[in-house]
Nanobody
Framework: QVRLVESGGGLVQAGGSLRLSCAAS????????MGWFRQAPGKEREFVAA????????LYADSVKGRFTISRDNAKNTAYLQMNSLKPEDTAVYYC?????????????????WGQGTQVTVSS
């Protein structure tokens, strides 16, 4: 059984930073692409970033490129999302997810395990 638990969310002023963590239980964490998504009130869940198994390849949504950094520590079964220069429009519940396949994926349908989410609120 795979379980993903996010942490690190909170309230921050615009321009500030937060680091989200996603701790995974279960086996073979290093064998899967990991992704981060977010969902704002009244909006659909959207792709934020993804990282390949080895961490050597990443992909970002245009809205966060240059501000957010995804990383992973396979020895700790943990994925991270470093968020800098935060904007009020980054306010959302952030979810980590494990992809079904070995390629970087950007749609929710390509992920089969999800965490419960962590709230990020950016004040102006």
């Amino acid at each position: 059984q795979v379980r993903l638990v996010e942490s690190g969310g909170g309230l921050v002023q615009a321009g500030g930073s937060l680091r989200l963590s996603c701790a995974a239980s279960g086996r073979a964490f290093s064998s899967y692409v990991m992704g981060w998504f977010r969902q704002a009130p009244g909006k659909e869940r959207e792709f934020v970033a993804a990282i390949r198994r080895s961490g050597g390849s990443t992909l970002y949504a245009d809205s966060v490129k240059g501000r957010f950094t995804i990383s992973r520590d396979n020895a700790k079964n943990t994925a991270y999302l470093q968020m800098n220069s935060l904007k009020p429009e980054d306010t959302a519940v952030y979810y980590c997810a494990r992809a079904k396949g070995m390629n970087i994926a950007v749609t929710i349908w390509e992920y089969d395990y999800w965490g419960q989410g962590t709230q990020v609120t950016v004040s102006s």
